[in-house]
């Protein structure tokens, strides 16, 4: 069993910066691809970033791609998403989870074995 435990969300203003953490619980968390999901009111939960197990590859939502950037520190069994340039759009609860089953990089809910209970962001413009 994986427990994941989110951080860091908060009210920000337009253009700023919020960077989000998530805790693991267990001794393999190196051993998991991990990813950051969000959902916003009314809608889907969609994928935004994930990361290899060594945080040597990564993959982005287009809508994120060049304003986030997911990474890793496996001594601290720790995925961070560092979200600048926030835009209202961006407002959503955000949630990691933990793919175990491969080594891709899927953006697929249905892939993904554990998720956290999520931390939201407001971005107020």
């Known amino acids: 069993q994986v427990q994941l435990v989110e951080s860091g969300g908060g009210l920000v203003q337009a253009g700023g910066s919020l960077r989000l953490s998530c805790a693991a619980s267990g001794r393999t968390f190196s051993s998991y691809v991990m990813g950051w999901f969000r959902q916003a009111p009314g809608k889907e939960r969609e994928f935004v970033s994930a990361?290899?197990?060594?945080?040597?590859?990564?993959n982005y939502a287009d809508s994120v791609k060049g304003r986030f950037t997911i990474s890793r520190d496996n001594a601290k069994n720790t995925v961070y998403l560092q979200m600048n340039s926030l835009k209202p759009e961006d407002t959503a609860a955000y949630y990691c989870a933990a793919h175990i089953r491969s080594r891709t990089l899927p953006s697929l809910i249905s892939l993904y074995d554990y998720w956290g209970q999520g931390t939201q962001v407001t971005v107020s413009s």
């Open positions: 990361i290899t197990r060594s945080g040597g590859s990564t």
